[in-house]
């Protein structure tokens, strides 16, 4: 794959992942793409290069966030231009979180768990319960309800219960042939009993059944405890990003 090739499924990966997890407001300008859902996650809430090329131009792409009075987050992937985070930390910006785009192959060997429901919208149970372990504060509520309520179909919301308690979670957004996973939750108490590979696989039949033939995710570098299961899945490293944050946040 040459160069342009690979930035053009870099960005496409990037369309995905913003339509997977669609923020409130969103628009394009000057070759970036800004997201913004009332302080609610980073991801939905940041300044994102679409092209190599994309202006400098920090004072414009920021001004819609200090109309807002929320702090300008800057998501830098590699189609943001080069020297782009040089010229944030000489402003004072600091990197706060390492991330990693990966993506698997599908099949049909993956096999949904009776145990597993996944519904098309999400259940007043588990807006509570993602409300409660994600955590969520309460004035982001509203928000992460609309947030949720917008994700385009098919959309998969995987709830994994005992006895009426909520063990695990996850949501799954198909678009074409891309399945994208957010939010891998496993309560605390029923952690170590297979539960995330039990909740994503069945995530991953059922995107296969609706045309999905790849998955994708979006993990924190540091999360040790998720890499193991999804590398044995299949997820290989596409790109890295990197969050930058101004340093009066």
Same mark, same amino acid.
């Given at each position: ?10 960005? *496409? =990966?990037?369309? #995905? %992942?913003?339509? !997977?997890?669609?923020? &409130? ?9 800004? /997201? ?38 800057? *998501? =830098?992937?590699? #189609? %943001?231009?080069? !020297?782009?985070?040089? &010229? ?9 979180? /390492? ?151």
């Amino acid at each position: 794959m040459s160069p342009l090739q690979k930035l053009d499924e870099l960005r *496409r =990966l990037e369309r #995905l %992942a913003f339509r !997977g997890w669609p923020a &409130l407001e969103s628009q394009d300008l000057q070759g970036w793409h800004l /997201r913004l859902s009332g302080g609610y996650t980073k991801r939905a809430n940041s300044i994102n290069a679409l092209e190599p090329h994309s202006s400098a131009d920090i004072e414009t792409l920021e001004a819609p966030f200090r109309e807002r009075h929320r702090p300008p987050v800057w *998501r =830098l992937t590699p #189609l %943001a231009p080069v !020297g782009m985070a040089d &010229l944030l930390k000489a402003r004072g910006y600091e990197p706060i979180e /390492r991330s990693l785009v990966q993506r698997c192959p599908l099949h049909d060997g993956f096999r949904a768990d009776p145990a597993v429901e996944i519904s098309p919208s999400p259940a007043p149970s588990w807006i509570e319960a993602f409300a409660t372990h994600s955590p969520v504060r309460p004035e982001h509520s509203q928000t992460m309800e609309q947030m949720l309520r917008a994700i385009a179909q098919p959309a998969g919301f995987a709830f994994a219960q005992h006895e009426g308690r909520p063990m695990a979670m996850a949501i799954g957004a198909v678009e074409g042939d891309h399945m994208g996973l957010f939010d891998v939750l496993v309560m605390p108490e029923a952690r170590r009993q297979g539960l995330a590979r039990r909740v994503t696989e069945s995530l991953y039949a059922w995107a296969w059944a609706k045309g999905a033939r790849f998955a994708y995710l979006q993990v924190v570098a540091t999360n040790a405890a998720a890499m193991p299961l999804y590398a044995a899945q299949g997820f290989r490293t596409v790109y890295e990003y990197e969050y930058l944050i101004p340093p009066a946040s």
